[in-house]
């Protein structure tokens, strides 16, 4: 049996909607928001604006030497709001990314839930308590600064 995890985080963007929906709306931008030690680099399907159905191709490397194929495919979209991504090949069982945007006075308040499941079973859950938590958040914690320091 596999469990299903959750991460979720907030930050508030003290910037216009408009900014922050283009700014999240262009996929190039994942490379600028990824930690460099994943060497995350898209190899097609990024190209800008972001909409329903587009397929992203990407590499990602997760342990020293393993690079790994990433595909997801942009689900959902409502302009200025919410997009999600799902992904259709890679490293996990599942994964279930919304990204919301909320206007809140002098900014926006943004929230990604993440939902996901790893492979293999009791062995995923393990590897999930040893690696796998810690290394998202260590991806979600880049993001998070990294997100200050473009908008302020």
């Excluded at 945007?101 to 999930?128: I, K, S």
Aim: aromatic content about 16%.
């Amino acid at each position: 049996m596999t469990n299903v995890y959750r991460l979720i985080r907030q930050q508030f963007i003290p910037a216009p909607i408009e900014r922050v929906w283009a700014y999240f709306a262009t996929p190039a931008n994942l490379n600028e928001m990824t930690p460099p030690d994943l060497d995350f680099e898209i190899v097609c399907g990024g190209e800008p604006p972001m909409y329903e159905g587009q397929i992203i191709e990407y590499r990602v490397r997760f342990l020293p030497f393993v690079r790994s194929l990433w595909l997801t495919e942009i689900v959902h979209v409502t302009e200025c709001c919410s997009f999600v991504d799902e992904q259709r090949l890679g490293p996990y069982r599942f994964w279930y990314h919304e990204h919301l945007f909320e206007p809140v006075e002098g900014g926006v308040q943004m929230t990604d839930r993440l939902t996901y499941a790893l492979l293999f079973g009791v062995l995923g859950d393990l590897v999930h308590a040893l690696w796998v938590r810690r290394k998202l958040e260590h991806i979600f914690d880049f993001r998070r600064q990294k997100v200050a320091q473009i908008f302020g």
